[in-house]
């Protein structure tokens, strides 16, 4: 008697057809191995590491001269700083923020740094391995006590490279209450007393106030060759929610041709319905501001801001370093001013993309407080062993009158201690 199996095969027992497919997939990839193996006698190719990223720490703290410096209020030094503080009060309340900071403001931040000094100094330090660049800022209120800080250090693997061609562009922000303050800005490298100070006045609007914030620069042509910025996000840039257009910001200090018509945007607050802001330029060593013709070419709502676009007629203006204002009649018909924008117009053909291409070097004496500290090495100028020990005693009496809360004494302690430094009868011995 025959057994039959139906139309199913006997279980562990494959059928004809599925045996005969099992085998030629097995001759398939034996046959693609071989094609692929490499010949015994052939070198293997290269292997090509990835490029090392740049990373963004939290600074474990700033040295005291450091801090002082910030405090100090000084500007200047080798490394050329632009920053850019735009408040963003049309923004809802920080999430999480509870009763304490519901009626904190957004204020979107960017900070260019010029790196020709920047790249010498740390090639001459770390050679080919990562240097760190630190980047502080406080934010100082009307009474001079500390409203807010920012204190990040960038590990950038090759700065030679990384920032020779014009610099570090970092950007992130602050939460800050209404009312005005002092934007106190430091980025370089501590150890060798690169660095670069800046400080920038800004209002922080309360809530129902009309106000036109700082014009930017919307319309630019894309750079040609590689980024003109080593572009760097802060660590808690996510956690403010900045806007779309702030990532990655407008320029700090723009370049604009003579002759041209750029694209500028002003952020407005509570202005009139249609009303469109003017646009003049101020020249930076002082003078007669000069109204530029401007038309209206987009307006954009986000939240309770307004987002102006204006062209600019630049006819006539002369090549040179100018501050572009916005104003405009508020609600109760008085004139609204915009913070001024640093813009540097520049003839056509220019072959600078950024401001930094065009100024790298600074200042050639770095401010009063940037100690180094160590013994004096010959051929450069260094503080000597006493001047850095009275300094030192000095920033730790004004920031003992700051921890008690007397910001007003520990400021002019410092202010007086920096002023006999270099106007005294034996001035410290600086670069």
């Known amino acids: 008697m025959s057994r039959g199996h139906g139309s199913g095969s006997a279980p562990g027992v494959a059928s004809r057809p599925a045996a005969l497919c099992a085998a030629g997939l097995l001759f398939a990839i034996a046959s693609l191995a071989a094609a692929q193996a490499p010949d015994p006698g052939e070198a293997p190719p290269p292997v090509t590491a990835p490029a090392p990223a740049v990373r963004v720490l939290r600074t474990g703290g700033l040295r005291i001269e450091t801090a002082a410096l910030l405090l100090s209020?000084?500007?200047?030094?080798?490394?050329?700083?632009?920053?850019?503080?735009?408040?963003?009060p049309g923004v809802p309340s920080l999430p999480g923020a509870g009763a304490r900071g519901g009626d904190r403001v957004r204020v979107a931040v960017a900070i260019e740094a010029a790196g020709a000094a920047l790249s010498a100094a740390l090639a001459e330090v770390a050679g080919e391995a990562p240097a760190p660049v630190d980047v502080a800022l406080y934010a100082l209120d009307a009474r001079g006590?500390?409203?807010?800080?920012?204190?990040?250090?960038?590990?950038?693997?090759?700065?030679?490279?990384?920032?020779?061609?014009?610099?570090?562009?970092?950007?992130?922000?602050?939460?800050?209450?209404p009312g005005e303050y002092s934007l106190r800005v430091l980025v370089g490298h501590?150890?060798?007393?690169?660095?670069?100070?800046?400080?920038?006045?800004?209002?922080?609007?309360?809530?129902?106030?009309?106000?036109?914030?700082?014009?930017?620069?919307?319309?630019?042509?894309p750079a040609a060759?590689?980024?003109?910025?080593?572009t760097v996000e802060s660590l808690d840039a996510g956690k403010l929610d900045l806007p779309a257009w702030w990532r990655p910001p407008p320029p700090a200090r723009p370049l604009v041709t003579a002759e041209s018509e750029p694209t500028f945007t002003v952020p407005a607050l509570g202005l009139p319905a249609g009303t469109?802001?003017?646009?003049?330029?101020?020249?930076?060593?002082?003078?007669?501001?000069?109204?530029?013709?401007?038309?209206?070419?987009?307006?954009?709502?986000?939240?309770?801001?307004?987002?102006?676009?204006?062209?600019?007629?630049?006819?006539?203006?002369?090549?040179?370093?100018?501050?572009l204002l916005a104003s405009a009649r508020g609600p109760d018909g008085a004139t609204l001013a915009s913070p001024p924008l640093p813009v540097d117009?520049?003839?056509?053909?220019?072959?600078?993309?950024v401001w930094a291409e065009r100024e790298g070097g600074g200042n050639a004496a770095a401010p009063a407080a940037l100690a180094s500290g160590g013994a004096e090495e010959?051929?450069?100028?260094?503080?000597?062993?006493?001047?850095?020990?009275?300094?030192?005693?000095?920033?730790?009496?004004?920031?003992?009158?700051?921890?008690?809360?007397?910001?007003?004494?520990a400021r002019k302690a410092v202010s007086a201690f920096e002023a006999s430094l270099l106007s005294g009868e034996n001035p410290a011995n600086l670069d």
């Open 73 to 88: 209020g000084q500007q200047g030094g080798p490394v050329p700083l632009a920053v850019l503080a735009v408040p963003l």
């Open 145 to 177: 006590a500390l409203a807010g800080s920012l204190l990040e250090t960038v590990e950038i693997p090759r700065p030679a490279d990384e920032l020779a061609r014009t610099g570090l562009r970092f950007w992130g922000g602050l939460s800050l209450r």
């Open 190 to 221: 501590a150890a060798s007393r690169t660095l670069g100070l800046k400080s920038v006045p800004l209002s922080v609007p309360a809530a129902g106030a009309s106000t036109l914030e700082t014009p930017l620069l919307a319309s630019a042509a």
């Open 225 to 230: 060759g590689p980024p003109p910025w080593l």
């Open 276 to 323: 469109a802001p003017r646009l003049a330029l101020r020249p930076s060593g002082g003078g007669a501001e000069i109204e530029l013709p401007a038309r209206e070419t987009a307006r954009r709502t986000e939240g309770r801001i307004e987002r102006i676009d204006l062209a600019a007629a630049l006819h006539g203006i002369a090549p040179g370093a100018y501050e």
């Open 345 to 353: 117009v520049v003839v056509a053909g220019e072959p600078a993309r």
């Open 378 to 409: 010959p051929g450069r100028g260094r503080w000597r062993r006493s001047e850095v020990a009275a300094l030192r005693a000095s920033y730790r009496r004004a920031l003992g009158l700051l921890a008690a809360g007397d910001f007003t004494a």
